[in-house]
Nanobody, 125 residues
Framework: QVQPVESGGGFVQTGGSLRLSCAAS????????VTWFRQAPGKEREFVAS????????YYADSVKGRFSISKDRAIGAMILQMNSLRPEDTAVYYC??????????????????WGQGTQVTVSS
């Protein structure tokens, strides 16, 4: 069983950058897809980005394409979400989720077995 652990959230001004990290505890991500979701106050949780640890294409929500980038840091065994050009509407709790979704279910919460506790990202205007 792998437990994802998020870190790297914080407070930033509009246009700034943050780097979120999702590390594996208890096991490794080797056979899983690692996906970032977020939940803003008063809104439902939504898909942000996903990448299989074994390789392949990355998937992004339309709202973050061109601004966010998901990648592996093999040295530390973590999945990184680099967030640039941040906007106030990016303010949310960001969650890391681990699973083995089929391609059509990458954006579906129920496709993921393990979830982190979340890390807060706040973008001021």
């Amino acid at each position: 069983q792998v437990q994802p652990v998020e870190s790297g959230g914080g407070f930033v001004q509009t246009g700034g950058s943050l780097r979120l990290s999702c590390a594996a505890s208890g096991s490794t991500f080797s056979t899983y897809a690692v996906t970032w979701f977020r939940q803003a106050p008063g809104k439902e949780r939504e898909f942000v980005a996903s990448l299989r640890w074994s390789g392949g294409s990355a998937y992004y929500a339309d709202s973050v394409k061109g601004r966010f980038s998901i990648s592996k840091d093999r040295a530390i065994g973590a999945m990184i979400l680099q967030m640039n050009s941040l906007r106030p509407e990016d303010t949310a709790v960001y969650y890391c989720a681990v699973g083995r979704p089929i391609q059509s279910s990458v954006q579906t919460e129920s496709a993921y077995y393990y979830w982190g506790q979340g890390t807060q990202v706040t973008v001021s205007s």
